[in-house]
């Protein structure tokens, strides 16, 4: 059965405090990890496909990373507008896609 | 990037009645479309997953007579909360499967419900 963790569950970082989420999954095929930001009251917006080992993607002050085993989202330099609740999730060859708890990301001005 | 529209974003209704919930994917179509509920401070929690043209597949311990899900067309699904009671108040988001290479998963932004 696909798992997928989160680490930490809530996060503050002082503006332009730099640190990294955590995604740790296991899968049986993994088909794509996906990352997601959510504010409150809203859908979550999509941020990342990652297929493969080895792979990264940049968007802004977001780099996300990934493993066989986990993948993590770096924020270099946050401002208080990257306060989100970021998720992470995987799909697997059986359309299944499990999502993480999320980490709550509160940066203080 | 592609769109998910989902409709209403809020709605308040009495006790007893039944509300509809649509959810479209408006530049792409959608094989495949997911609903969750949410309470606040909590994780996305996967009620039911709904395919274009067959029955869909509630999560367990989800009432399929509660929480009816048509998805009569590639770009809309339908979540209809029949006999509503307060308990129901929630957060309710869709999500679909877009196709080609990527097959990422995009929500809706999600509609508010509140059963007085």
């Known amino acids: 059965e696909d798992q997928v963790t989160q680490s930490p569950e809530a996060l503050r970082l002082q503006e332009g405090e730099s640190s990294s989420l955590n995604c740790s999954y296991t899968v049986s095929g993994l088909r794509g990890l996906f990352w997601y930001r959510q504010d409150p009251g809203k859908g979550p917006e999509f941020l990342f496909t990652?297929?493969?080992a080895g792979e990264e993607k940049e968007k802004e002050r977001l780099k996300a990373t990934l493993t066989k085993k986990e993948s993590f989202l770096h924020i270099t330099a946050p401002k208080p507008e990257d306060s989100a609740t970021y998720l992470c999730?995987?799909?697997?060859?059986?359309?299944?896609?499990?999502f993480g708890p999320g980490t709550r990301l509160s940066v203080l001005p | 990037g592609a769109v998910v529209s989902q409709h209403p974003s809020w709605v308040i209704c009495k006790s007893g009645t039944s509300v509809k919930i649509e959810c479209r994917s408006l530049d792409f179509q959608a094989t495949t479309m997911f609903w969750y509920r949410q309470f606040p401070k909590q994780s996305l929690m996967l009620m039911a997953t709904s395919n274009e043209g067959s029955k869909a597949t509630y999560e367990q311990g989800v009432e399929k007579d509660k929480f009816l899900i048509n998805h009569a067309s590639l770009t809309l699904s339908t979540l209809t909360v029949t006999s509503a009671h307060p308990e129901d108040s929630s957060f309710y988001i869709c999500?679909?499967?877009?196709?080609?290479?990527?097959?990422?998963?995009?929500f809706g932004e999600g509609s508010w419900l509140t059963v007085v």
């Open positions: 999500s679909a499967l877009g196709t080609g290479p990527g097959n990422t998963i995009y």
């Open positions: 990652l297929y493969s």
């Open positions: 999730a995987v799909a697997d060859y059986g359309q299944n896609f499990v």
